[in-house]
């Protein structure tokens, strides 16, 4: 299929090139997916990025339907990885049910965003790992949510320290937390990009919601349709590296086959987010797009002020990669909240990034440093 002349066009695939293995790994099972090598040399050099990219359960699958046998330098690694991060979304999994129902105790609703609400729709937990808990309030809940948490244990890691402290609230989506036991949680208060996240708000997620049940309990997720939208704006959010999360790739694909389109269709036009999952679908392989849905995206496009956004925050855009272009991610007011705290950041924060001789100065001459090194 051709893609889409009326789409909005980038300057650079939102997808990243990919070696033929993780290619086939991660589009395993789609009708015309390209068949993997049997080159045990091509497996060996891909199989350290399948591993960091959580590819390790769809690369095993992809080599067992494939009747490929991998020599055992390369298999074992997969194996301790698909093991490592299955017992990882086991124990998240056991968590969720807790965490929630300790929330919802204190008078606060709750989704659970992504991972959970994704994986249901894949054969095994193994081929969709997840690494930390996202949780889902009213952004008037937060303050309150948070106490909850730090109260259970939780805390934000000294190194996700923010240049103001107001930041968690009007310039960030979510607020990252991890307790002893290492679960993390991200607490969001909008869906990233902010600007339009805002668009799916909590009430809308909340209407369509679908309860799914866990070994431990049950928890609240959002409808299929409005998880494929948080896949497609998950996958224009990666601060400057859009689309490098590959598995969000394949959630878009497994999501789009298995919801139902009428309804895809309805709530991306009603949230005026169609544009924004054309543009997705369009990045997608050919042989891995919705191709029914994406016909009836066909001519969608941004305002001139979404596509203003959208530049400026995926790469070549020249400040993509550095922390000012966050900025254009949010709200208006919000983003000269951020701007100006980021200009003049608290001493607090100085002083954790730079020790006792921590100043202003250091941080703007380090800021001009990485606008050079983001905008060559």
Not at 19 to 32: D, M, Q
Not at 170 to 182: F, G, I, P, W, Y
């Amino acid at each position: 299929m051709v893609p889409m002349e009326t789409t909005l066009r980038l300057r650079r695939p939102l997808m990243p090139p990919m070696g033929p293995v993780t290619e086939a790994s991660l589009f395993f099972g789609s009708p015309g997916a390209p068949p993997p090598p049997v080159d045990p040399r091509v497996w060996a050099e891909e199989a350290g990025l399948l591993i960091k990219l959580r590819l390790a359960g769809l690369a095993i699958a992809t080599a067992n339907g494939h009747s490929i046998g991998l020599p055992q330098n390369v298999l074992e690694p997969l194996r301790a990885a698909e093991r490592r991060e299955a017992a990882t979304t086991l124990r998240l999994e056991a968590a969720m049910p807790s965490l929630v129902e300790m929330l919802s105790n204190d008078g606060i609703p709750v989704l659970v965003t992504k991972g959970p609400a994704v994986a249901r729709a894949y054969p095994s937990r193994g081929q969709r790992p997840f690494r930390d808990v996202d949780l889902l309030v009213q952004p008037e809940r937060l303050t309150r949510t948070l106490e909850v948490l730090r109260d259970a244990g939780f805390e934000e890691p000294p190194a996700l320290m923010q240049p103001r402290a107001y930041f968690g609230h009007l310039c960030r989506e979510a607020v990252n937390l991890q307790d002893d036991h290492l679960i993390a949680v991200d607490l969001h208060h909008h869906i990233p990009p902010w600007v339009w996240g805002q668009r799916l708000s909590f009430e809308t997620l909340v209407e369509a919601r679908r309860t799914i049940p866990l070994d431990r309990g049950a928890v609240d997720v959002p409808g299929q349709a409005h998880s494929l939208l948080i896949g497609a704006m998950h996958i224009v959010s990666d601060l400057g590296r859009p689309g490098y999360e590959l598995l969000v790739w394949r959630d878009l694909a497994v999501l789009a086959a298995e919801a139902d389109e009428d309804q895809i269709v309805w709530e991306a036009r009603r949230l005026e987010l169609e544009w924004l999952l054309a543009l997705t679908l369009d990045h997608l392989p050919a042989y891995a797009r919705p191709a029914e849905l994406y016909q009836r995206l066909e001519g969608a496009l941004p305002s001139k002020r979404d596509a203003f956004r959208l530049r400026r925050i995926v790469p070549p855009a020249r400040l993509a990669r550095h922390p000012i272009a966050r900025a254009f991610r949010l709200p208006g007011k919000n983003a000269i909240a951020y701007i100006g705290g980021y200009a003049v950041p608290s001493r607090a924060f100085l002083r954790a990034r730079y020790g006792s001789g921590g100043s202003l100065f250091r941080w703007w001459a380090d800021t001009i440093r990485r606008l050079r090194e983001a905008s060559s």
